[in-house]
Each structure stands twice: as structure tokens, then as C-alpha cells.
């Protein structure tokens, strides 16, 4: 009954910014750790960040200092702001969670970062 929800993705120029957003449904939410993955065409999906139920945050080391995870439990919406983007950074992102012995995904949200 999870349903996860991502939306803020768009076309943005290298050195630009986006704020992507992951909301959820018929989750507890707030006990459990959500998480950014991305995937690229032709290329294996790629964690990106994690952040625990208390709010703390990780990152992989391709995009540390350049984004920020972060999460609103009363929206039960978790998010990532993304500062100086790279055409590497173009992929289709998604959120997770894992909850209750199970993994929950959303549909994702497209990045194209070109000039």
C-alpha cells in the first residue's frame, strides 16, 4: 500500500540548480530512512544519498557538496535540492524506502542537465 511519488525534475543548464521532491503514501514514514537513487541510459542505478528517520544525511562521494537530502515528516516528503549540476548528473532519479522487510519505489523524475 507504499506509494512513493517523485516530481520537481526538468531540463537545466550545467552550474544551474533543481529541487526534486518524493512524497508518500500509506507509510508510517517517519521511523524509517528514505533514499535518492539514479539511473543514467545504459548505466546501473547509482545510489545517491540516504537519510536516516533522525535526519541524518550521506552521501555518494559524485555529488557530495553539490547536494543536499533532506525530509519533512509531517508532509512525509523527502527531498533533494541539487546545486551545480553536470551533464553527468543527468538521469532519471528515484526515491526509496525499505520498510517492513520490503522495498518501495517510486516512478521517477527525469534530470537532463545540458546546455
Known amino acids: 500500500q507504499v506509494q512513493l511519488v517523485e516530481s520537481g525534475g526538468g531540463l537545466v543548464q550545467p552550474g544551474g540548480s533543481l529541487r526534486l521532491s518524493c512524497a508518500a503514501s500509506?507509510?508510517?514514514?517517519?521511523?524509517?530512512?528514505m533514499r535518492w537513487y539514479r539511473q543514467a541510459p545504459g548505466k546501473q542505478r547509482e545510489w545517491v544519498a540516504l537519510?536516516?528517520?533522525?535526519?541524518?544525511?550521506i552521501y555518494a562521494d559524485s555529488v557530495k557538496g553539490r547536494f543536499t537530502i533532506s525530509r519533512d515528516n509531517a508532509k512525509k516528503t523527502v527531498y533533494l535540492q541539487m546545486n551545480s549540476l553536470k551533464p553527468e548528473d543527468t538521469a532519471v532519479y528515484s526515491c526509496?524506502?525499505?520498510?517492513?522487510?520490503?522495498?518501495?519505489w517510486g516512478q521517477g523524475t527525469q534530470v537532463t542537465v545540458s546546455s
Open positions: 537519510i536516516s528517520s533522525g535526519g541524518m544525511p
Open positions: 500509506g507509510s508510517i514514514f517517519s521511523i524509517y530512512a
Open positions: 526509496n524506502i525499505f520498510q517492513d522487510g520490503h522495498q518501495y
